[in-house]
């Protein structure tokens, strides 16, 4: 039950609700029907919820400040559209995105693996 509350909460907040008016409602809610017992469940399921969705979320990292924008705009033609890239300091060239289940990944380090792949096979 607790899981219906939260996924019924963040259609809501999707939705454009306010988030006190959110959580006003839902307390008021829990008291009327005797279920505030359920408040730390709800609120567990909800964060789950969102760093599922977190995760989900599409992402670019690029190796520098400087490639920031040209990741951006190529993973954008990719088909993987973010609103911002962050800096991976791992990443010696290039860049990585990734949405959903699909990651892009344009590093130096990948060109230099499917260049050995390549090569031995």
């Known amino acids: 039950m607790e899981k219906e509350y939260a996924i019924a909460l ?9 988030e006190k008016a959110l959580v006003d409602g839902l307390v008021a ?26 995760k989900l979320a599409p992402s670019v990292e690029a190796a520098s400040e400087g490639e920031k924008a040209p990741a951006l705009a190529a993973a954008r033609a990719a088909g993987i559209d973010a609103s911002e890239a962050t800096v991976n300091p791992s990443l010696i060239r290039g ?5 959903g289940g699909t990651l892009v990944d344009r590093s130096a ?12 096979n």
């Open 10 to 18: 963040s259609r809501q907040h999707a939705a454009g609700t306010d």
């Open 29 to 54: 809610h829990l008291k009327a029907a005797g279920r505030m017992k359920l408040l730390p469940g709800i609120l567990r399921e909800l964060r789950a919820l969102m760093a599922q969705r977190a």
């Open 95 to 99: 860049w990585r995105a990734r949405a």
């Open 109 to 120: 380090k990948q060109a230099l693996v499917d260049l050995y792949q390549r090569i031995t």
